[in-house]
DNA sequence: AACCAGGCTGCGC
DNA sequence: GCGCAGCATGGT
């Protein structure tokens, strides 16, 4: 049995701004950050783990503190923190465009070694996003708060609970009444399910979605589930399936971002946007979660 | 108390 | 194809 073990940090990666990102105040019941450290339960060949991983020297440490983990698990455990993580990306072409523009230069110092901080389950990163439609994200944070704790799988560690994500098809069980007793909207309630029978029928999944060649072709198969549009297609597509060029446009985040960032005047301003983000080409996704993370600092908060 | 929030659907043109 | 109202619900 696996109690720990190392994964070597990669060039431009910063843990500590990973971490910031991962605790900027929202609580999410899907992990906990503390004392350096993230902790988090997922599957591992088929049984719950919760590990913790902190840095050490030029690594990161993952230790298991809860669960079995085999020789196998621990690399399946390398490959979720490798994708969670996106250690595998050179972020130096990225801060090359940066640089290229003062209005976002100060990024590469301020935010240096931010990595895009993914989802890796498909289904939970679209529950999320429909979650997250035109509400803020305080209350987008309690919702999914409220469906983790009355149906997520409970995982013990000392005195604390973990969640894991509900499964589709404990979701799919779920009435539209008892969604709205958890002041899901109607709507909402209504696409979520839909969501959750799309992968219980085998019609959805990380694998279906990843095999489909290209990303409009990848988005349109999102978009064609009701409650789906372009916003949370390439939501998930930046987040889950990792789609370089995604771009969730539309964002009231985004925008406020590039109007705070002198970018843009009017939020209307389409082709002045994508005139922008033709000069990162294959780096937009990051972009974007530059951007959001920006929000963060007081200086660009203002609309 | 109006206006906004990490939008989407359905309708009319 | 494009624009716009209507939608629910909580936060400021």
């Not at 640089?99 to 301020?110: C, F, G, I, P, T």
Request: aromatic content about 14%; glycine content about 6%; charged content about 20%.
């Amino acid at each position: 049995m696996i109690n720990s073990f190392l994964i070597p940090k990669p060039p431009l990666f910063s843990f500590q701004e990973c971490l910031w990102f991962l605790d900027r105040g929202y609580g999410d019941c899907l992990f906990r950050v503390k004392n350096r450290q993230v902790l988090k339960a997922i599957l591992v060949e088929g049984s719950p783990v919760v590990f913790a991983v902190h840095e050490y020297e030029n690594n990161l440490k993952v230790n298991v503190l809860e669960g079995n983990c085999s020789k196998n698990g621990e690399a399946f455990i390398w490959q979720y923190l490798t994708e969670w993580f996106d250690l595998g990306k050179d972020l130096s072409p990225f801060y090359n465009l940066l640089n290229q523009d003062l209005r976002v230069a100060y990024m590469v110092e301020n935010f240096n070694g931010l990595r895009l901080m993914g989802i890796e389950d498909l289904f939970e990163a679209l529950c999320w996003s429909i979650i997250g439609q035109q509400i803020n994200l305080n209350f987008a944070y309690k919702l999914k708060r409220k469906l983790v704790e009355a149906y997520g799988t409970k995982v013990f560690y000392e005195d604390e609970i973990f969640y894991l994500f509900p499964e589709p098809a404990v979701i799919s069980r779920i009435s539209i009444p008892d969604l709205k007793a958890m002041q899901f909207s109607e709507s909402k309630a209504t696409y979520i399910l839909e969501v959750a029978r799309a992968f219980v029928e085998n019609r959805l999944s990380k694998e279906i979605l990843t095999a489909l060649p290209g990303f409009e072709i990848r988005q349109k198969a999102l978009i064609a589930i009701k409650g789906v549009g372009v916003w949370t297609a390439n939501y998930v597509l930046m987040k889950t399936l990792r789609d370089a060029s995604s771009i969730p446009f539309g964002d009231v985040g985004l925008l406020k971002a590039l109007v705070s960032h002198q970018i843009i005047n009017e939020r209307k301003e389409v082709e002045k946007i994508s005139a922008f983000f033709s000069n990162y080409k294959g780096w937009e996704s990051y972009l974007v979660f530059y951007l959001w993370r920006s929000l963060s600092t007081p200086v660009f908060q203002a609309k």
